[in-house]
């Protein structure tokens, strides 16, 4: 069966990204159509003309914002079994495919995609002032979020450094806030710096964020980082190794529907991309997709 292959000339890397595509492409012989982005719409103007065409099966090239800028395209439409979705890592971040340990060079995920074996995932839907967005990997309410925006203005050759330089310098303007998150019978309230509410357990250039996450229990792991600013000292570096579960300052929960209580200013992302602000809903669309491995 054919690929979309939805190729982003804009995401993370530079240079020799699209050569090397082709070259990738053709050695291994994937039946494919390319389509190359020009602007974030354009993406949803692929997917759906593929989808009218009987595409099942759509590849994104690029980072984890690429990726989610194809899901949502995907499902815009209703599905009568869920559709595939790969990821050719070629952004700056790409940190959905480390929860599946998949390679990650360009030539490597384009070699994932030969082969039958793929795996069903949920996926999350958030809902607020800004609307409805479909995720794949995480979002975040707060200093994370604020940070998000703050990497897409930094230095490209940083690459995964960008997301952690981003953190420290929002984090020096950021104020605590009250926070109150509803995860099944459980709230999770107190003077917040960030809310994060995960499906995969990595983001930010590889930190591991929700060690205990699974794509497929049909429930998000979420997580309260409490005030002030001064904990984060102690906690990002329990981050890089996902020990942080058990600090004082992170309050810890699971559930498939989460209510979260921000301030109405607050930042929020989903999978790296700047979506909006103030409090949203977020619920699990289980087994939404099936993900190449």
Not at 66 to 71: K, S
Not at 178 to 187: A, F, N, S
Not at 215 to 244: Q, W
Not at 260 to 265: L, R
Request: hydrophobic residues 45%; glycine residues 12%; charged residues 15%.
């Amino acid at each position: 069966m054919t690929w979309l292959i939805v190729h982003n000339p804009a995401a993370g890397r530079r240079g020799d990204v699209s050569a090397r595509l082709e070259r990738a492409l053709a050695d291994t012989g994937i039946d494919h159509t390319m389509a190359v982005s020009e602007h974030v719409g354009h993406v949803a103007e692929l997917v759906a003309a593929a989808v009218a065409n009987g595409i099942t099966r759509f590849a994104s090239v690029g980072g984890d914002g690429t990726a989610h800028l194809v899901l949502n395209a995907m499902l815009a439409d209703e599905w009568a079994a869920p559709p595939t979705l790969a990821i050719i890592p070629a952004g700056s971040g790409s940190d959905f495919i480390r929860t599946f340990a998949l390679p990650r060079t360009l030539e490597g995920g384009v070699g994932v995609l030969a082969g039958d074996d793929r795996y069903r995932c949920d996926v999350g839907l958030i809902s607020g002032g800004f609307g409805r967005r479909y995720f794949l990997n995480a979002v975040n309410f707060g200093v994370v979020a604020a940070a998000a925006a703050r990497a897409e203005r930094l230095p490209r050759p940083l690459g995964g450094l960008r997301y952690t330089t981003a953190f420290w310098l929002s984090l020096a303007g950021f104020r605590p806030a009250p926070v109150e998150v509803v995860v099944g019978k459980r709230t999770l309230a107190g003077p917040g710096l960030n809310v994060v509410v995960a499906n995969g357990q990595f983001f930010g250039g590889g930190l591991n964020i929700a060690p205990q996450a699974s794509v497929m229990d049909g429930v998000f792991d979420v997580e309260v980082f409490a005030g002030p600013r001064r904990n984060a000292f102690a906690v990002m570096p329990r981050v890089i190794r996902g020990l942080h579960l058990r600090h004082r300052a992170v309050s810890i929960g699971r559930g498939a529907a989460i209510t979260v209580q921000v301030p109405h200013h607050w930042p929020v992302e989903a999978d790296g991309e700047s979506i909006g602000t103030g409090p949203a809903q977020v619920q699990v669309v289980p087994g939404a997709i099936d993900f190449k491995i």
